[in-house]
């Protein structure tokens, strides 16, 4: 099956942006979904699609793609960004499964 | 509000079997795919199941295949997961989670602890 490799840990000072990213090779046939997960909760969804932010998600999010890897970029951090962003897909061998990144770790500092 | 609760969850020893279920509201259930994902204790997201809005098309992880099984009732608005010979590994949170095109997991569950252990 397909893996997608994400940074485990990534900071950015307050105010600043951020890109965190996620490779493998199902994201050269699929876009990748974003997720965000604050200790305790259930992950939300940020990014799906293209560049597309569900209701009520911020716009200082936002998705891209470019070969076999997938970014969720946050322009302006604030400190209610600071959470675990897991990347998602499917899996490019055919089985229909779909497989999550590691996560990323992300610090406000 | 759109909601999806589980429940089920709970101690059970190795080898043996729970069935978790998801209870749906606020939306029309029948339209939606659904997925199972789990959480082992400060791990990541691991996808565990799929099915379609009729529950005529399923899929399972590796992992799962041939232990688990995902079932629904849309006169019930209700998802399950019937888990058989758990495992250890099988320790974790597990969410239900709502697709409209997969791999989009738009509407999350709380979660359903489960723990496998003598």
């Known amino acids: 099956s397909s893996e997608l490799t994400q940074d485990p840990a990534v900071s950015v000072a307050l105010g600043q942006t951020v890109r965190i990213t996620c490779q493998g090779d199902?994201?050269?046939?699929?876009?990748a979904s974003w997720y965000q997960q604050k200790p305790g909760q259930a992950p939300v969804l940020v990014i799906y699609?293209?560049?597309n932010r569900p209701s009520g998600i911020p716009d200082r999010f936002s998705g891209s793609s470019s070969g076999n890897t997938a970014s969720l970029t946050i322009t302006g951090a604030q400190a209610e960004d600071e959470a675990d962003y897991y990347c998602?897909?499917?899996?490019?061998?055919?089985?229909?499964?779909?497989?999550f990144g590691g996560g990323t770790k992300l610090t406000v500092l | 509000e759109v909601q999806l609760v589980e429940s089920g969850g709970g101690l059970v020893q190795p080898g043996g079997s729970l069935r978790l279920s998801c209870a749906a509201s606020?939306?029309?259930?029948?339209?939606?795919?659904m997925n199972w994902v789990r959480q082992a204790p400060g791990k990541g997201l691991e996808w565990v199941s799929y099915?379609?809005?009729?529950?005529?098309?399923?899929y399972y992880a590796d992992s799962v295949k041939g232990r688990f099984t995902i079932s629904r009732d849309n006169a019930k608005n209700s998802l399950y997961l019937q888990m058989n010979s758990l495992r250890a590994e099988d320790t974790a949170v597990y969410y239900c989670a709502r697709s409209e095109t997969v791999p989009a997991f738009d509407i999350w569950g709380q979660g359903t602890m489960v723990t496998v252990s003598s």
């Open positions: 099915i379609s809005s009729s529950g005529s098309t399923i």
């Open positions: 199902s994201l050269r046939s699929y876009y």
């Open positions: 699609g293209k560049n």
């Open positions: 606020g939306f029309t259930f029948s339209s939606y795919e």
């Open positions: 998602n897909s499917r899996d490019s061998s055919g089985n229909h499964h779909v497989v």
